[in-house]
Structure formats: structure tokens, C-alpha cells
């Protein structure tokens, strides 16, 4: 079986065991979800949870909008009932719990993948403003403008762990860079671009190469803050690892790899063009 196919079949076993509660939310019950991740026990899935919720504080979520405590009524035979704690977890819940879970198990390794992109996904498809757009140009804007939001971000979590110098953030971009683009730091994605080193890479990125690059700048943020990461060489390697991850999932889907999508016209020109649209409405 292909890592495709595992991939998949991983998938359908966390979305089979997905609920839906009286309001139309989807949730996952914190039992069931252990299961899912082969947890024996679930005390000691519990300190996962905790993990996760710290996890999810660092991240300036509410946690109470995301692990919800419950009572069930489980049948014991015989007409008897008792009552059990449990959790209802939201779908960033349960990719927190998979980030924080044992990665020695495939399962786990696997769902951290699948819960990061559903997860992204999930986050784009309720912008309003993104569902909103048709056309290129308008998706091409949206999503840049989100990514200076989020580099903005991203230097902070990184300053945060030790890269603070110019020259340090610029070699830690490099390692997310070379992650992602097979090994092609910013010099090399300008050359394979057929760019001119004043050109900005971010500019001239479709749609879909810039969602990847926001994916990983998003995921690298949050593992800088979510594992306290210290030190600039530390902080290098988790932008690496991320920048690896986000291409080894999109190859698993299928996708093409960053380095050999085209090259579009600088989204600057796209600005210029809206900016006496805007002016006009006004």
C-alpha cells in the first residue's frame, strides 16, 4: 500500500468517528479520538489533552472554544447506566492533540499531516472575504496580503526564539525556503524562477504557490510557539522540517512541487490596478 492509500484510509477513519452536535458543529469525542490514535488508556491520552489545550493558550485561542467537558451515559448491561467524563473536541483541538501525541506511531504521524491541512482548509473556507472572490488576481491578492500578515508573525514567533539579527531571520526564511522547494534557497528559487534578484519571490507566485508558502509560514509560527523553541539553529531546523512537510503533502496529493509552478506578472501591477477601483467606490 502506497503512503497515498495509508494516508487515505487515515483520513476516513477520523472522519468516520466525526459528529455533529444540535447546533450543526462538527466535533470528535475525546474517547473515540483516542481510539483512533491507539490509546490503550485514556488517562494517559488525558495528558495529551493538556498538552494540547497549553498549546492551545500559547496560541491566543480560547480553549474553552475548542476542548468542551461532558457527561455520557454509557450502557453497562443489564439495564445499567453510568456516567463518564468526556471531551468534545473541535477539529483545531484534534490537530493540536496529534502534534502533541506520541509521533512514533504511524497513525499519529500521519494525522499530524491530515489535521494540518484540514485544518488550514477549514480556516481559508470560513474567511468570507476568500469565498467571495472568483477570479485569480482577486485569490492572488487575498493570499499575499495574508502572507505579510503572517510573516509578520512568523518574524515575532522567531525573534521570540533567538533570530534576531537581519541576517539570522534571513537564513531562517532560507530553511523554510529549502524545506519546501526541494532544497532551493531564496538565490535558487530566483534562479529557477528566471527572476532578477530586486523581484520579490512572493510577488510572482500564482494562488496556489502562495497558499503553500502561507501554510508554511502558519505551521511554523505556531511550532515555534507551541514547542518553545530556543535558539537559532533550533529555530532553523523546525522552518526546515515544516517547509519538508508541507511539500511531502503536497506530493502525497498529488500536487506539483512549488519550484516548477509558473511564474506569474508582479502582483504589484495587480494593486496598481485595483487601488483607483477602490478609490472610485469611496
Not at 473515540?32 to 494540547?52: G, P, Q, T
Not at 514567533?157 to 526564511?173: K, L, M, T
Not at 529557477?192 to 508554511?216: C, P, V, Y
Request: hydrophobic share 35%; with cysteine; net charge positive.
Amino acid at each position: 500500500m502506497s503512503t497515498q492509500e495509508i494516508t487515505q484510509k487515515v483520513a476516513v477513519v477520523f472522519e468516520q468517528i466525526r459528529q455533529i452536535d444540535e447546533n450543526g458543529n462538527e466535533y470528535w469525542s475525546a474517547r473515540d479520538f483516542a481510539k483512533a490514535l491507539e490509546y490503550v488508556n485514556y488517562r494517559n491520552f488525558i495528558a495529551v489533552i493538556d498538552k494540547a489545550k497549553e498549546a492551545c493558550k500559547h496560541s491566543n485561542h480560547a480553549v474553552l472554544d475548542h476542548f468542551v467537558d461532558i457527561n455520557e451515559m454509557i450502557n453497562l448491561g443489564k439495564g445499567a447506566m453510568r456516567s463518564i467524563d468526556n471531551i468534545k473536541l473541535s477539529r483545531y483541538a484534534c490537530y493540536l492533540i496529534v502534534q502533541n501525541a506520541d509521533p512514533s506511531k504511524e497513525v499519529i504521524a500521519l494525522g499530524q499531516t491530515y489535521f494540518a491541512i484540514q485544518t488550514r482548509l477549514q480556516e481559508i473556507r470560513q474567511m468570507e472575504a476568500y469565498n467571495s472572490l472568483t477570479s485569480e488576481d482577486e485569490k492572488r491578492l487575498f493570499l499575499r496580503n495574508e502572507l505579510k500578515r503572517h510573516n509578520t508573525q512568523l518574524a515575532e514567533a522567531a525573534h521570540n526564539s533567538g533570530v534576531v539579527d537581519a541576517i539570522d531571520y534571513a537564513i531562517f526564511q532560507n530553511f523554510g525556503y529549502k524545506g519546501l522547494y526541494g532544497g532551493l534557497d531564496a538565490k535558487g528559487i530566483h534562479q529557477r524562477k528566471q527572476l532578477k534578484k530586486s523581484q520579490n519571490i512572493l510577488d510572482h507566485m500564482g494562488s496556489t504557490e502562495l497558499a503553500a508558502n502561507l501554510f508554511r509560514a502558519t505551521q511554523a509560527e505556531e511550532k515555534l510557539k507551541r514547542e518553545n523553541i530556543k535558539g537559532k539553529n533550533n529555530a532553523n531546523q523546525a522552518h526546515f522540517e515544516v517547509g519538508k512537510k508541507v511539500r511531502q503533502t503536497i506530493k502525497e496529493l498529488g500536487g506539483t512541487m512549488p519550484e516548477n509552478l509558473p511564474t506569474t506578472e508582479s502582483i504589484k501591477k495587480l494593486e496598481n490596478k485595483k487601488r483607483p477601483l477602490q478609490i472610485a467606490k469611496q
